[in-house]
């Protein structure tokens, strides 16, 4: 086998490893967001004990998301030397970590919701419940460009057009929140918390897409 054929191996080797830790990651970046979706199910019946084990799930798993990163992170420094995209993964990485930030501060910001038993209308929850949604389905979609990112280059890049395309969707889905949200009675503290939420959520879906746009670049080089 001629040497620049085992570099390419090396590094789709080192690739796939990298691409099996943010894969973890988002697993369960999508599990917190189903917590979410179920705190605001029942953010107006003011169910201390659901809310509890929602935000317990999430603590876990916020716990469980760390000890990905810095496995990750610590591989692609032992890696470095033969990782032909690493500034593309460090870039990548820190994203995604931004986005279980963006989760936790959305749980929290619910939580106080609940147990200052601060209601919201209908229409309101509705509307973040299928924002939370769409957000599961931008992940839902990179992880799909990810799984292709090696085995199918050509197809990775034409599913890259997805992620793009349920950000825009989200952007739509976001005003429609933050309107419904600013023509309620509620008061503004709660209009303001209710922004906060919406905005968090709708960071997580730039934040993925963009990180779609690090992966686009690692596939130029692959097809």
């Given at each position: 086998?001629?040497?620049?054929?085992?570099?390419?191996?090396?590094?789709?080797?080192?690739?796939?490893?990298?691409?099996?830790?943010?894969e973890q990651e988002l697993t369960l970046s999508k599990s917190m967001l189903r917590d979410i979706k179920e705190i605001l199910?029942?953010?107006?019946?003011?169910?201390?004990?659901?809310?509890?084990?929602?935000?317990?799930?999430?603590?876990?798993?916020?716990?469980?998301?760390?000890?990905?990163?810095?496995?990750?992170?610590?591989?692609?420094?032992?890696?470095?030397?033969?990782?032909?995209?690493?500034?593309?993964?460090?870039?990548?990485?820190?994203?995604?970590?931004?986005?279980?930030?963006?989760?936790?501060?959305?749980?929290?910001?619910?939580?106080?919701?609940?147990?200052?038993?601060?209601?919201?209308?209908?229409?309101?929850?509705?509307?973040?419940?299928?924002?939370?949604?769409?957000?599961?389905?931008?992940?839902?979609?990179?992880?799909?460009?990810?799984?292709?990112?090696?085995?199918?280059?050509?197809?990775?890049?034409?599913?890259?057009?997805?992620?793009?395309?349920?950000?825009?969707?989200?952007?739509?889905?976001?005003?429609?929140?933050?309107?419904?949200?600013?023509?309620?009675?509620?008061?503004?503290?709660?209009?303001?918390?209710?922004?906060?939420?919406?905005?968090?959520?709708?960071?997580?879906?730039?934040?993925?897409?963009?990180?779609?746009?690090?992966?686009?670049?690692?596939?130029?080089?692959?097809?």
């Open positions: 086998m001629r040497r620049e054929d085992l570099e390419v191996k090396r590094t789709s080797l080192s690739d796939s490893k990298i691409i099996g830790y943010l199910r029942i953010v107006n019946t003011f169910d201390e004990e659901k809310l509890n084990t929602a935000i317990r799930d999430s603590l876990t798993i916020k716990d469980n998301i760390s000890q990905i990163q810095e496995s990750l992170l610590s591989y692609i420094s032992r890696t470095s030397p033969a990782l032909y995209h690493r500034e593309d993964w460090i870039r990548i990485t820190s994203k995604l970590g931004n986005v279980v930030d963006k989760m936790s501060g959305a749980i929290y910001r619910l939580e106080f919701l609940v147990k200052n038993r601060w209601e919201i209308t209908g229409n309101i929850q509705d509307k973040l419940i299928k924002l939370t949604e769409a957000v599961e389905e931008i992940i839902n979609e990179y992880v799909n460009v990810l799984n292709l990112l090696i085995l199918n280059p050509s197809k990775a890049l034409a599913l890259r057009k997805s992620v793009a395309a349920w950000e825009t969707k989200i952007d739509e889905l976001y005003r429609s929140s933050i309107f419904e949200t600013l023509k309620s009675n509620l008061s503004f503290s709660t209009i303001l918390l209710l922004m906060n939420i919406s905005e968090m959520l709708e960071d997580i879906s730039d934040a993925i897409n963009s990180a779609a746009d690090d992966i686009y670049i690692i596939l130029l080089d692959l097809v």
